[in-house]
């Protein structure tokens, strides 16, 4: 039987529209041998005969979603009978937030799997409220209300490119601005909007905080360099022991007025800060693109 420490096996689930296909489509291309939709009953016989092929399957995700209808129901069951059997697994759960997910559906013209009167609204949040117990047991949540197909990619990749296979944390700090809500995917949130606004210099409101001026306008308050120092103390404090929790990916989001200026040259600041530590980092400006980019969305 294959050694179970070299499996990697992936539950992918989450809400209907928030880019399951996308990131399974992702994964292909890293190598995982993926099934869609597979009953939950069906979960532990299906990793016992991966772990029977002698090596040839080590890389598995499966997507398991309500689209299994009555089936679903046995998916809480099906997990135990995993950590029962000691096999090792990592559920991934992706969302978005309803008003994104309505506008998907109008846009494919799809019908949502739990229709029954086409009220699309109630079905999603329905379907939300069915996912609250194993949102609240994955592993990692990708939240794809403002991701575009490229983004997400690149997240999966990220998460489980071989690259990654030996790293303990990965971290992504992420700017954004309240008047757009706060990430649903953030595991750590901090408000900037203490630290003086860039926005009201008139040389500086049509630039982000990706803009050396910015960032120095930034810098150049002692309120700012108090902030970094202790809050760098308290991610590295806490690192450690989300790592022993069995943790591998913490998002932590920085936010301010508009996810334009403050936030921005921070999130650049904290993501310089943490590189040095032997965690991968990555930073990403959730709603720089605001400003007018457009790119193909997920």
């Known amino acids: 039987m294959k050694e179970k420490k070299s499996f990697t096996f992936l539950i992918i689930t989450g809400l209907s529209g928030a880019g399951k296909t996308l990131a399974v489509r992702a994964l292909e291309d890293l190598g995982f041998f993926c099934v869609d939709n597979l ?15 002698e090596g040839k399957i080590n890389r598995i995700a499966l997507v398991i979603d309500v689209r299994g209808g009555g089936f679903f129901d046995d998916f809480f069951k099906s997990l135990e009978e995993m950590k029962t059997n000691k096999y090792p697994y990592e559920i991934l759960f992706l969302e978005a937030s309803t008003e994104v997910l309505v506008k998907r559906f109008k846009e494919t013209r799809r019908r949502h799997p739990l229709s029954v009167h086409g009220r699309l609204l109630e079905d999603i949040l329905l379907e939300r409220k069915r996912l609250e117990e194993m949102r609240g047991i994955a592993n990692k949540i990708i939240d794809t209300s403002e991701m575009t197909t490229s ?90 022991h989300y790592i022993r929790e069995g943790k591998t990916h913490l998002v932590i989001a920085i936010g301010c007025t508009g996810g334009q200026h ?37």
């Open 151 to 240: 983004r997400l990619k690149s997240q999966i990749n990220d998460l489980y490119g071989p690259k990654n296979e030996k790293i303990r944390m990965n971290i992504t700090v992420m700017s954004f601005g309240y008047k757009y809500g706060i990430p649903l995917d953030a595991d750590l949130v901090i408000d900037v909007r203490f630290i003086p606004n860039p926005f009201y210099e008139e040389s500086l409101c049509k630039l982000t905080g990706c803009d050396p001026e910015v960032k120095e306008y930034v810098l150049n308050s002692p309120i700012t360099k108090e902030f970094l120092t202790k809050y760098n103390e308290l991610i590295m404090f806490l690192l450690p």
């Open 39 to 53: 009953p939950p009953a069906l979960l532990s016989r299906f990793v016992k005969l991966c772990l029977e092929a």
């Open 262 to 298: 403050r936030s921005v040259a921070l999130s650049n600041i904290m993501q310089e800060m943490l590189s040095g530590s032997e965690y991968t980092v990555a930073v990403r400006h959730r709603d720089i693109l605001k400003k007018g980019v457009k790119e193909e969305p997920v």
